[in-house]
């Protein structure tokens, strides 16, 4: 069983960066890729990025490429979403999720979900 609780998500202007963070209970955290993901109003809840158990490969949305970076921390138990560059389309709840499998974009593969942060861009 993994808990998992977001934080950092907030009101930016267009052009700014924001760090999300996600913490996760449990002493197996490092046995699972973790993603982010986000849902806008109206839209279906879609990938942005994912990392391997060791931290080791990484997997970004082209929509995200070159502006966002994921990482871990498996001492701490931590997940970080770094995103630069925002835009008002980036505007979404954004949530991370675990997988024993690692490598997988589709929202229902994921096994553990947290509740969710709000990043709202303004232009």
């Known amino acids: 069983q993994v808990q998992l609780v977001e934080s950092g998500g907030r009101l930016v202007q267009a052009g700014g960066s924001l760090r999300l963070s996600c913490a996760a209970s449990g002493r197996t955290f490092r046995r699972y890729a973790m993603g982010w993901f986000r849902q806008a109003p109206g839209k279906e809840r879609e990938f942005v990025a994912t990392?391997?158990?060791?931290?080791?490969?990484?997997y970004y949305a082209d929509s995200v490429k070159g502006r966002f970076t994921i990482s871990r921390d498996n001492a701490k138990n931590t997940v970080d979403l770094q995103m630069n560059s925002l835009k008002p389309e980036d505007t979404a709840v954004y949530y991370c999720?675990?997988?024993?499998?690692?490598?997988?974009?589709?929202?229902?593969?994921?096994?553990?979900w947290g509740q969710g942060t709000q990043v709202t861009v303004s232009s």
């Open positions: 999720a675990a997988d024993r499998i690692s490598g997988r974009v589709h929202a229902p593969d994921y096994d553990y």
């Open positions: 990392i391997s158990g060791s931290g080791g490969v990484t």
